[in-house]
């Protein structure tokens, strides 16, 4: 995998996964996505525990969507974990929920979400905020300089 490429996926509904991969697919940026199903596997994938554990760590995500609704540890909590931590503190996390609580927005940035996005219900506009975020994320924006 290229990792100025890899998105790691954060989502537990199977419909909204083969949307997100199909739209990712379609949006010409080239990448790679692994994708996890609660918020338990993605902490477990970041940090290389559990079922991860002998992940090769150099393999540092570029881009991180979570969904906040999540089974065994939700997002945020999610989020919180990876901010108290030097290992994930500075990777990207893109909100991408089917929320639109202004608690959850609020919330969000406070424990450092880069960006929030609700998931566009119509496919056409899901590939098109797929591109937007492959384009932004792996694309224009720089990665933070490595120690």
């Known amino acids: 995998m290229n990792r100025s490429r890899l998105i790691l996926l954060v989502e537990d509904n199977p ?26 596997e993605a902490l477990d994938y970041l940090f290389a525990t559990g079922d991860y554990a002998g992940r090769d760590l150099a393999q540092v ?7 906040l609704k999540l089974p065994k540890v939700d997002g945020l909590a999610v989020l919180k974990h990876m901010r108290a931590d030097e290992r994930t503190r500075q990777l990207p996390v893109v909100v991408l ?24 219900v119509n496919f056409a506009q899901f590939i098109d905020a797929a591109r937007h975020l492959a384009s932004y994320w792996l694309v224009l924006s720089e990665e933070p300089p490595h120690a």
């Open 15 to 40: 419909d909204d996964v083969d949307l997100a991969l199909l739209a990712f697919e379609r949006s010409a940026v080239p990448h790679d996505i692994v994708v996890v199903r609660d918020g338990k």
């Open 97 to 120: 929920t089917s929320s639109n609580e202004r608690q959850d927005i609020l919330e969000s940035y406070r424990l450092g979400a880069n960006s929030f996005v609700q998931k566009p």
């Open 61 to 67: 995500p570029r881009l991180v969507l979570l969904d």
